[in-house]
């Protein structure tokens, strides 16, 4: 085992063990647990199943039959908040995977090879991406796929790479000058073999803090492109919840609005909470 390894491996512990020290970050954590079940059952089949059914009549009060009452033509609002939980985790997991991956392969190479041809390409492309309005350039992105069921992820993975790319390639510029680097290059190990196994491992805690970042953003995101029309179509999401109770707030009616801001305020800022305790966890300049 080498010292870098070994370092790493340290470090990852002690970020463990403050992370786990943390009860506002553990709370959140545990938050998004309860999220990820419910939404694990909406996979599953086990509940949210007739969340399209009209089961009552029209803006019924909540009640035992239906706990947060019906919508304009009698679909249970509880059962449509809770699939909407399953619509938001699956999107902001695509997503943040996803991006953080093009970033991570992007940022490490433009990284490695900083002031050449490479680099220089990849700096140009986030800056022309960077100088568009972000919800415009999503919209747009969106709009050109409309009717492709994937338009909405790739509309958020095309920009939301960016940041990922940009931090990973100042850490690379950084990384590439250390002697566990220069020794992988005097014996003779291929560039991207470095980059890959040997440079891109120790972005990792950069990587997993902006995953969380970009989860939180993706799901925002998608509230606010359903709300437009460009989000979710074959489903349910607390954007089109939002966008239904449009008018249904001007007749007083604010239950359907309620559920899906109460239930997104919850994930967002409970993975928020978490983002940002793992974020100091895993900061080198605080984990001693």
Same mark, same amino acid.
């Given at each position: 085992m080498t010292e870098t390894t070994t370092r790493r491996q340290s470090l990852w512990s002690k970020a463990a063990w403050k992370l786990r020290r943390d009860r506002f970050g553990m709370l959140g954590l545990a938050v998004v647990a309860a999220y990820f079940l419910a939404a694990v059952g909406v996979w599953l089949g086990l509940w949210a199943t007739g969340w399209g059914d009209v089961a009552g009549g029209k803006w019924e009060a909540p009640s035992a039959a239906h706990w947060f009452g019906t919508n304009l033509i009698g679909q249970d609002i509880f059962q449509r908040s809770i699939y909407s939980i399953s619509t938001a985790f699956e999107i902001g997991l695509v997503v943040a995977v996803l991006s953080t991956l093009l @970033? /991570? %392969? !992007? @940022? *490490?190479? /433009? @990284?490695?090879?900083?002031?050449? *041809?490479?680099?220089? !390409?990849?700096?140009? +492309?986030? @800056? %022309? +991406?960077?100088?568009i309005p972000f919800y415009l350039l999503v919209a747009a992105i969106a709009f050109a796929l409309e009717g492709n069921p994937w338009s909405m992820h790739v509309a958020m993975i095309s920009t939301f790479w960016i940041t990922t790319a940009r931090l990973v390639r100042g850490e690379v510029i950084k990384l590439k000058g250390l002697e566990f680097v220069e020794a992988a290059h005097a014996i003779g190990v291929p560039e991207y073999t470095i980059i890959f196994r040997h440079i891109l491992p120790n972005t990792f805690h950069i990587l997993l803090v902006q995953s969380t970042i970009t989860f939180v953003a993706a799901i925002k995101s998608e509230v606010i492109l359903s709300f437009l029309g460009l989000g979710v179509k074959d489903g349910m999401s607390w954007g089109l919840m939002i966008s239904e109770s449009t008018f249904e707030v001007l007749a007083g009616f604010f239950n359907n609005f309620l559920a899906a801001s109460v239930l997104m305020f919850g994930l967002v800022m409970a993975f928020s909470i978490f983002s940002d305790a793992l974020q100091d966890a895993l900061d080198p300049r605080q984990v001693s």
């Open positions: @970033g /991570a %392969v !992007l @940022g *490490a190479v /433009a @990284g490695f090879f900083s002031g050449r *041809a490479t680099d220089e !390409l990849v700096v140009w +492309l986030m @800056g %022309v +991406l960077d100088s």
